[in-house]
């Protein structure tokens, strides 16, 4: 290695040390700040454990790191004066097999290797020290390393995430948007993009693509950290709020019809010993409503004891087949998509392009990460003549066609 290439080695690792001990301490003042808000009351036991967890997973991990440079910036320190004292005694015989040695070595490297080696820092370690260097107040700075980032690895999710967003922090709206716009056609189900996208979508007065983003956020295992800031910034209310009125209202209307099927399904099948539902004046349609409307509250079990109830005398009706499948796949739990996947085929065997049918699966297939079969049942359904306005707005209010691209 050169002098020179020493040189850039040595202040490359004293940048690393100073924003690796900076990290250290704002990791260890947090832990504390942690413990001070526990104590208080403002942090409950389930966010304390996630948040506590990880700061001192973080802190361990930063720890780690601190140790291993100071041992080889030891180690290098001794080699240094070992260097000198070798130099000053050999500087004759060095000089002497200088051409020898080079030549040696340069008939030994690989093809198209580099004779005086090649530095290499790790997109990830970049990604840190961008962090770092956005932590110390210095946004130009991070940016610059984003863009080192970036021409290593064009794709890099959390480069062009975050890019984005410091973009934006800069007043660039516009530039901001390409980047989130890119980060989450790399990947729909990075968190941090689809909430820094929701946040700059309000900015730029766009309520329903904000809520398509969200509404994807909340399909995902975002950190505690995307979910405070979804709440720090009253993301939900401020896009409740700028949502068209006629949207508000409808949504409205239907939760409303879901609640008056409640109430009248729920003293007929939700008892200690129900009716067999063929022996009822109940329709499919009104079970569905109420099923829908235990759901929202959270009741999935018993949403999916109603519509069990309607297949156990009427195991081909398409609509709460549909219902079912529908209910399991939005959990987003990998397995009841799965589950809920095949409730769905098994309504589409039955009424081909059924739109319901064909628009959940759709979905079901995206959480799946099967984007190639979401984009075909998004296509046929695309292709009927009779397309539900509301199963219209549903793929357009929670941004299925980006998800999918």
Do not use: C
């Amino acid at each position: 290695m050169t002098s020179e290439a020493r040189s850039r080695t040595v202040d490359a690792d004293r940048r690393r040390m100073v924003a690796r001990v900076e990290q250290r301490d704002f990791l260890l003042r947090s832990l504390d700040d942690l413990e001070a808000e526990f104590d208080a009351g403002d942090l409950d036991s389930d966010d304390y454990a996630n948040l506590r967890a990880d700061y001192t997973k973080r802190a361990a991990s930063i720890i780690r790191k601190i140790e291993s440079q100071e041992a080889k910036d030891a180690a290098r320190e001794k080699v240094a004066w070992l260097r000198i004292a070798a130099w000053v005694a050999t500087v004759v015989v060095v000089a002497g097999f200088a051409g020898f040695l080079l030549a040696q070595f340069s008939g030994s490297r690989s093809p198209g290797g580099s004779i005086t080696g090649d530095i290499r820092v790790s997109a990830r370690e970049l990604l840190f020290e961008a962090q770092q260097t956005f932590s110390g107040g210095d946004l130009d700075g991070a940016l610059d390393i984003y863009d080192e980032v970036l021409d290593m690895q064009p794709s890099n999710v959390e480069a062009l995430t975050y890019k984005g967003w410091l973009t934006r922090l800069q007043g660039d709206t516009d530039g901001a948007k390409v980047l989130l716009d890119d980060a989450v056609g790399t990947d729909p189900e990075y968190p941090d993009a689809r909430v820094f996208a929701a946040v700059l979508a309000m900015d730029l007065d766009l309520p329903e693509e904000a809520a398509s983003h969200l509404a994807i956020l909340d399909t995902l295992d975002a950190s505690p950290f995307v979910t405070q800031l979804v709440d720090s910034m009253g993301l939900r209310s401020r896009i409740d709020s700028a949502l068209d009125g006629d949207m508000v209202a409808a949504a409205e209307e239907i939760a409303l019809r879901q609640q008056a099927a409640l109430d009248k399904v729920g003293p007929i099948l939700m008892v200690d010993s129900p009716p067999r539902f063929t022996e009822t004046d109940l329709s499919v349609s009104e079970v569905l409503d109420a099923a829908e409307a235990l759901a929202a509250t959270g009741d999935l079990i018993n949403a999916v004891q109603l519509l069990d109830q309607v297949l156990a005398d009427l195991p081909e009706d398409v609509e709460a087949l549909t219902g079912r499948g529908w209910l399991l796949a939005r959990t987003g739990n990998a397995e009841l998509v799965e589950a809920g996947g095949a409730y769905l085929d098994a309504a589409l065997e039955l009424q081909p392009g059924y739109p319901e049918a064909l628009v959940y699966r759709a979905f079901s297939r995206n959480l799946s990460g099967d984007t190639t079969g979401a984009r075909s049942d998004l296509a046929e359904f695309d292709a009927l003549d009779d397309r539900p306005q509301e199963l219209v707005d549903l793929i357009a209010n929670f941004g299925l066609r980006e998800a999918i691209g």
